[in-house]
């Protein structure tokens, strides 16, 4: 596949400019901050923050943060009752204006991510990529990317994977400030929102299946 290895702002920009970028965003937004996590303490509980491991570059392991969104609600086995059920609608409020993302800007003053590109997922996928998937851990994941602004959380797995693999062929500064601008007003018009974790347009595991059965027919 070809992709866009060489350009000088993907070798040499895009690494400061993130590291700029977010470090003024978290002292411009630290009153915002400070509410979303008192809110949260209040209506959520503790811990305040929501951290999970995710592939990142070369697949290397990070944990990335969230505020929490979901309480801590049990069955009287002890388990965690469904999402659905543990999402409140101060949650769902979170999600959709996309303020639960707010402590990723740190994963991205750390260089585990990068403002733009493609979105960090679970690391119980890694073994059912395909080799041109699978190129998406060729650079940083991102807060956001060329798949949040053409479906966000209501696109397909095909299309999330196909925007993902464009962007990296296309890296530029032109782009990334043109998905900077268009996370914003989605996040803003809290547009083609779904519910992480509650809507999502298919099981990875039977996405991967119904793929593989296609090629075996072939």
Do not use: C
């Not at 969230?66 to 609608?89: A, C, H, I, Q």
């Not at 797995?157 to 296309?170: G, T």
């Amino acid at each position: 596949m070809e992709m866009n290895k060489g350009g000088i702002y993907r070798r040499f920009f895009k690494r400061p400019m993130d590291f700029v970028l977010s470090l003024i965003a978290i002292i411009l937004l630290s009153p915002v901050f400070l509410v979303v996590a008192i809110l949260v303490r209040t209506k959520l509980g503790s811990p305040i923050l929501f951290r999970q491991k995710r592939p990142g570059l070369n697949e290397e392991i990070f944990e990335m943060y969230k505020f929490r969104s979901m309480t801590s609600e049990k069955d009287s086995n002890g388990d965690l009752l469904p999402d659905s059920v543990r999402l409140t609608k101060f949650g769902r409020l979170l999600r959709s204006t996309s303020l639960d993302e707010l402590p990723g800007l740190f994963n991205i003053l750390k260089g585990d991510m990068s403002i733009v590109g493609p979105r960090p997922l679970a690391i119980e996928y890694l073994p059912y990529y395909t080799p041109e998937e699978r190129v998406r851990h060729s650079i940083r994941p991102g807060l956001s990317g060329l798949a949040q602004i053409n479906g966000r959380n209501t696109a397909t797995w095909e299309q999330r994977f196909y925007y993902d693999i464009e962007y990296i062929k296309n890296i530029s500064f032109a782009n990334d400030m043109n998905i900077i601008l268009k996370t914003i007003l989605k996040a803003v018009n809290r547009s083609d929102i779904g519910e992480r974790g509650v809507d999502v347009p298919q099981d990875f595991h039977t996405y991967r299946k119904n793929i593989l059965e296609r090629e075996d027919a072939k």
